[in-house]
């Protein structure tokens, strides 16, 4: 069976404490991961922590986490605390995040990002493996940590976007993460990271895709998706994709510093269908085997919530019991 999993959503208009009530429903309806992120509501270990002592089976895995605000040291903390105060995790993931947050937010160096993620997925194994940090590389640091608590083994996930990113992710990750990307986009990416990884000899990575799924989504459900879309459509990466699917123009205008919101009314549905799973049940499932079939190992789906609270009827509809 086709490996499926759920995105924790932070939408922007629904209360943050429902990323619990769709962990619960997923695990309910029997999906095997929950993947739980960070933006601009919880911490992300701390959200790791709460879910987990809520739930009982479904793995946990944490991230993407930008590389340029958690140090490897802060990463491996984090994860080893989860595990130890809650219960075991599936997996850490690691992104370069865009400049609005790591220099905006963070008033850090989002710069050279692809350099500093082979630096910081080699630290931060050798700590979770349980070794003493001794790295001193051209972006990363970390000299005499140890971790008390090691969790050898633990698979590292990379977000890719971009050339370098992905060249890095097929290379040194166990698993390469994409979101919001068409099955053709996949298919490029499954195609490069296996050339990478087979020209430095190593079987090549799991890939896994995020996708929103949307099951007969109403009005308010395609407004929820829009105004989070708009999010994505300047960072880099995400802007030269949708502009490869023919948006070049709202790109443009969130480039230029258009409102989110103006942008958001703008956005059609076809948009959001290129880079999701929207209509019936059949429809819904028909596209997941679409990024299968396009090489994705894993497809994590996206509960909107603005018809459907904690995403229920459709983790109830998609869910495997």
């Not at 793995?59 to 080893?80: E, F, Y």
């Not at 989070?228 to 023919?246: I, K």
């Not at 290129?274 to 396009?294: D, N, Q, Y």
Request: net charge neutral; with cysteine.
């Amino acid at each position: 069976m086709n490996d499926i999993g759920v995105v924790a959503p932070y939408w922007l208009d629904r209360p943050d404490t429902e990323v619990v009530g769709i962990a619960l429903e997923a695990e309910r309806n029997g999906f095997g991961t929950m993947w739980l992120g960070e933006m601009a509501t919880y911490d992300a270990f701390s959200l790791a922590t709460a879910v987990g002592l809520r739930t009982e089976r479904i793995g946990l895995r944490i991230g993407p986490l930008p590389i340029s605000v958690r140090t490897p040291v802060s990463v491996a903390l984090g994860a080893s605390s989860v595990a130890d105060l809650a219960r075991p995790i599936a997996g850490i993931g690691l992104g370069g995040s865009s400049p609005f947050i790591v220099s905006g937010w963070h008033d850090r160096p989002w710069q050279h990002a692809a350099g500093r993620m082979r630096e910081a997925v080699g630290v931060l194994r050798s700590i979770l493996d349980g070794g003493r940090a001794d790295f001193a590389g051209e972006h990363i640091r970390s000299k005499g940590f140890r971790l008390r608590r090691p969790l050898p083994g633990l698979p590292i996930t990379v977000a890719a976007f971009g050339p370098a990113m992905t060249r890095v992710a097929a290379e040194v990750a166990d698993e390469v993460v994409l979101n919001l990307v068409s099955p053709e986009h996949v298919a490029s990416v499954r195609r490069t990271v296996d050339a990478h990884a087979a020209a430095v000899g190593r079987t090549p990575p799991r890939l896994a895709v995020w996708i929103l799924a949307a099951l007969e989504p109403g009005p308010a459900t395609l407004r929820q998706a829009a105004a989070q879309t708009a999010v994505y459509l300047s960072p880099p990466g995400y802007g030269e994709m949708f502009s490869a699917l023919g948006y070049s123009s709202l790109v443009e205008r969130a480039r230029a510093g258009e409102p989110r919101k103006t942008l958001a009314a703008d956005i059609p549905t076809s948009l959001i269908a290129a880079v999701g799973a929207v209509g019936s049940k059949t429809e819904v499932l028909a596209r997941i085997a679409e990024f299968h079939a396009a090489g994705a190992d894993h497809v994590g789906i996206v509960p909107p919530t603005a018809e459907d609270p904690c995403g229920a009827r459709l983790l109830a509809e998609l869910g495997r019991r």
